[in-house]
């Protein structure tokens, strides 16, 4: 389908930045039932993508809002597109590796 298509390409933008995203089948539908015309073809939808989705994912970005690790909710609720973000989870801290030197010094003085 289009919108999948024209989808991916805002996908593939956001993964640039580490950033993933998840599209509903209601925002789907809204953007397929409002973004095409007969005698235009999918240039209404390029342009509904662009001004209900991808300057609000642009504000976000800008505004630190969604950041690398972050998932870009896009749900169409309430006769409008809304976009949530579900946060990175914390990554736990690895533990410290015993330094190489240390381990040759151990060595030698166990001979």
Not at 11 to 36: D, P, Q, V, W, Y
Not at 83 to 91: D, G, L, R
């Amino acid at each position: 389908e289009i919108v999948d298509l024209m989808m991916n390409q805002v996908r593939t933008e956001l993964s640039e930045k580490e950033i993933a995203l998840e599209i509903t089948e209601a925002a789907k539908a809204h953007l397929g039932e409002n973004g095409f015309d007969p005698v235009l073809g999918a240039r209404p939808l390029r342009r509904l993508i662009q001004d209900e989705i991808e300057d609000s994912l642009s504000d976000e970005v800008l505004n630190r809002r969604l950041v690398a690790g972050d998932v870009a909710m896009i749900d169409f609720e309430d006769e409008a597109i809304k976009i949530t973000s579900k946060k990175a989870k914390a990554k736990p801290k690895a533990k410290a590796k015993a330094e190489p030197e240390a381990e040759a010094e151990a060595t030698a003085t166990a001979d």
